[in-house]
């Protein structure tokens, strides 16, 4: 990628904001991730420094205990975990639940657990997958029945990103299983100590050890009728479809930012490793493999920098989001395996960073959306 080039929607203050996050992932983050991957889930602590420093809830409103920024403070937020490979603090999807209780939640709902998850009192995870329905959230099991002035509420759900250490579980039910998407509600569920509520083993994943991914169970749970989320039944499936676009323009972020990782990487590594006597880099081959991917690096820059400004111009639709994420995950995916290759077998040693981009990066096709439901939501808007 140019070093000359500035994304435009970057300041002087975005930039001072870069350096204390540099500097928070550099102290806090680093020296523990060999720790982490062994563990499968970053440090509580982690979460409460987070809360102190502002970085929890970087887009919300002063009033609900937010640093009042906008959806670039979270790019570059993103942009600095790739650069370290950090993919077990789970701030992303934090953010997508706290997000769901701003846009849709009552105002009782957002002043009772917005603070508490700006301060990483509450860690959020938001509960859609279940063990026999993906990307069919229509197929889910998991029901909410009224009893009197509460919900009861009985499933399972897997592959939940912050599971087993989140406080503030946003789940995805059925409350009128005959209804079919008009059937569906979003009921905050607080799990410490709640009866019927358990989280079963930590799921051993390809890549992205470090992360916090767990199975749910929830057997009886009861919880207020004020934790519906929004206060009205059935209106669970536009809540969720409303948030897709700033959930995949934050994918594409992370992606962009790990390419440029990835080429960066290998330049320095074909630049000192030697084969028939000189660098690898004066080798024609490896010069026009890396030619390409920092061609890629720069089309995946230049698009992703769209997709920003037009999340802060309020502008953002949901097909132009798909097509980011889309692209975007693709595009690491092939990026990592050519650059993987130019290291030859040291690629495929754990200890070099460029084996774990590789395991780290397949699963960005598949969660927030496959790379197959992108081509539906893109193909039916031709």
Partial sequence: MNQTYTSPWMNTELQLFRDNVRRFFA???VPHQERWYKQHHVDRELWYKAGELGLLALDMPEEYGGSGGTFAHLAVFFEEQAAVGDWGFGVQVHHIVSHYILNHGT???????LPKMASGEMIGAIAMTEPGAGSDLQGIRTRAVREGNEYVIDGAKTFISNGSMADLVVVVTKTDPNAGSKGMSLIIVETRDTPGFSVGRCLEKLGQHNADTAELSFAGVRVPETNLLGGEEGLGMRQLMSDLAYERVGCAVGSTATIERAVRLTVEYVRERKAFGKPLLDLQNTRFKLAEADTQASLARVFTDH???????????????SKAKLWMTETQGKVIDECLQLFGGYGYMMEYPIARMYADARVQRIYAGTSEIMKEIIARAL
Avoid: N
């Fill in 107 to 113: 105002e009782d709902q957002k002043r009772l657990y």
């Fill in 307 to 321: 997709c920003i400004q037009r999340m802060l111009d309020g502008t953002m639709d949901t097909v132009t989001a």
């Fill in 27 to 29: 102290e806090e983050v």
